[in-house]
C-alpha cells in the first residue's frame, strides 16, 4: 500500500494564492522510472509506487489520502515584461511531506491536466521535456546544485498535440517548496497587505527560521541566489528562461525547459529559440538575477517601508555573487588559498577557453594532464596559462600533481550534453529507453565515468550539434 504522511501547510495560506483541483486521469499509465533513492530520502516505500496503485498516483489516477490537491497562484515577469497573473498550468501540487530529520518537500505532478491556469495551453507534457527534466535535475543534484528533484517519470498512453503528436508523460517534482519571485510579485499586484504579509511569515518559516522580517527574507534570498547562480556559473550551466516565475525563494535551480550545458566554451552561448534578445545568456545569469530579486525587493516594499534598506540589501548582490564566484572558480583550478591575481588568473584561462573554442566541461575536467591543451585550437596558449598556473600553485607549495585529485572532485567528467539528451528522447519516442537509462546511470556519478561510457563525455560531432532548445511545454 502506497502511504504518504502528508502534512500540507501551503492550504493554510490564504485562498487567493492557489485554487484547489484534482489531477485529471489518462487513459493507460505506465511507470517508466522511479527514483529510489529520492523515495528513501522522502522516507516513502518506493516499492509500493512499482504497483498499479502506486503507479496510478504518479499518473494522477488516483488521489492518494492525505494529499490536497492543488495548482498554485503566481505572477512573473516573462523576458522583462510584466505578464500578471501565471499560476501552475500544467501542474497540481498533491501536498507536503516531512522527512525523519524534518526537512519538508513538496509532491507536484507535473503535466497533469488543465487548471484554472492554463489559458490557451492542454495541460499536459510530452515525453521529450518530462525526460529532459529528469535527466538534468537529477544531474544537478549529483553535481551539488540546489535543484528541483525527480520522483517519477510515467508515460501516460496518451497523444500530446504539440507541432506533431507525441507521447504524454507526467514527471513527478520534488522541491523544498514552490514559491517563487513571481508568487510574491502576484501577492503584491493584488495590493492584499494580510496576505503578502501571511506569504512572508510562511516562508520565512519554510526557508529562512532564522531570519526576521521581509527584509530578512531578501537578504536569505539574495545570498542563496548568488550561491547558486555561481555554482551553475562553474558548470557551464545555461537556465534559458530565467523569468521571475522561474526563480525559487529557496534557492533551488527550477524549470528545466530550455536549459543547456555549454560544449564549446562562448561566454555569450543562447540555446533558447525563444530568447531572441539574448536576456538570458550564459554571461548575463548573474546581472538577471539582481534583476528578479529588485522585482523581489519591489514586490516586499510595502512590508519593508524602507526603500534605503532594499537598496542596501540587493546592493549587496554583485559582492556576494563575485565571492562565491571566485570561490567556485579557485576550487575548480585546484587553488586551496586566496591571492590576489587569483580573479585574472581565472578569466585568462576562460578568454583563453573562448578564443581557443575549447570544449567547457573537458577543459576543467583534464586540467593537470597532457590532453588539457589539446582542447584548444592553439595549444601553445594553454601551454603559456599553464605555466603561470603551475606557479601560483607552486605559491602555496603545491605541484600539479598534488591538486590532482581536488581537480576530479571539482570539475565533472559528464554533464548531460544537449545532443546526449536529444538522442535519448528520441530512442524514448520509439519505446527504447536504454539511451536514457544509461545516460541516467552515468550522470549520477558525475565525477567518475566508467571507461564504457566515455562516449558520453564527448562534445558532439558535426553532425549530432543542437543549436537551439525548446521550452518544450
Ligand atoms: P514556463 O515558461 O514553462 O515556466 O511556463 C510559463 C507558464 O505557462 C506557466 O504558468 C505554465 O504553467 C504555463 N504553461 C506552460 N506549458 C503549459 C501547458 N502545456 N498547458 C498549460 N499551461 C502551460
Ligand atoms: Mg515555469
Known sequence: MVQIAFDNSYVRLPAQLY???????????????????????????????????????????????????????????QFGNWSGRLGDGRAILL??????????????????????????????????????????????????VPTTRALAAVSTGERVQREEGYPGAVLTRVASSHIRVGTFQYMAATEDAEGLAAL?????????????????????????????????????????????????????????????FIDTYQPMAVY???????????????????????????????MINDQKAAQAALDRFPGLFQSAWTDVFR?????????????????????????GQADFTNTFRALGTQ???????????????????????????????????????????VIPRTHRIEQAIHAAVADDFAPFNRLLTALLSPYMLPHEQADLAKPPAEDEIVPRTFCGT
Not at 550551466?237 to 525547459?257: C, L, P
Request: hydrophobic fraction near 40%; aromatic fraction near 6%.
Open 200 to 260: 512572508v511569515e510562511h516562508t520565512l518559516a519554510r526557508h529562512y527560521p532564522d531570519r526576521q522580517g521581509p527584509l530578512g527574507l531578501l537578504n536569505g534570498v539574495i545570498e542563496r541566489q548568488a550561491a547558486l547562480i555561481a555554482k551553475w556559473m562553474g558548470l557551464g550551466f545555461v537556465h534559458g528562461v530565467m523569468n521571475t516565475d522561474n526563480m525559487t525563494i529557496s534557492g533551488e535551480t527550477i524549470d528545466y525547459g530550455p536549459c543547456a
Open 272 to 302: 533558447s529559440s525563444i530568447d531572441h534578445a539574448e536576456r538570458y545568456a550564459f554571461a548575463r545569469q548573474p546581472d538577471v538575477a539582481m534583476w528578479n530579486l529588485a522585482q523581489l525587493a519591489t514586490s516586499l516594499l510595502p
Open 19 to 77: 485554487s484547489r483541483l484534482a489531477p485529471t486521469p489518462v487513459t493507460d499509465p505506465s511507470l517508466i522510472t522511479l527514483n529510489h533513492s529520492l523515495a528513501n530520502r522522502l522516507g516513502l516505500d518506493a516499492k509500493a509506487f512499482e504497483t498499479p496503485e502506486g503507479i496510478a498516483i504518479l499518473a494522477g489516477n488516483a488521489v492518494p489520502s492525505g494529499a490536497d490537491p492543488l495548482a498554485q497562484t503566481y505572477g512573473g515577469h
Open 95 to 144: 501536498g507536503e511531506v516531512v522527512t525523519p530529520d524534518g526537512a519538508r518537500f513538496d509532491i507536484q505532478l507535473k503535466g497533469s491536466g488543465p487548471t484554472p491556469y492554463s489559458r490557451n495551453g492542454d495541460g499536459r507534457a510530452w515525453l521529450g521535456p518530462v525526460l529532459r527534466e529528469y535527466l538534468v535535475s537529477e544531474a544537478m543534484h549529483a553535481l551539488g
Open 331 to 355: 576550487c575548480k583550478i585546484g587553488l586551496q588559498t586566496a591571492q590576489d591575481g587569483d580573479v585574472a588568473l581565472i578569466h585568462d584561462l576562460l578568454t583563453k577557453m573562448a578564443e
Open 371 to 413: 590532453t588539457a591543451r589539446d582542447q584548444f585550437l592553439d595549444p601553445a596558449s594553454f601551454d603559456a596559462w599553464q605555466a603561470i598556473w603551475a606557479a601560483r600553485l607552486e605559491a602555496e607549495g603545491a605541484t600539479l600533481e598534488d591538486r590532482i585529485d581536488d581537480l576530479r572532485q571539482a570539475n565533472p567528467a
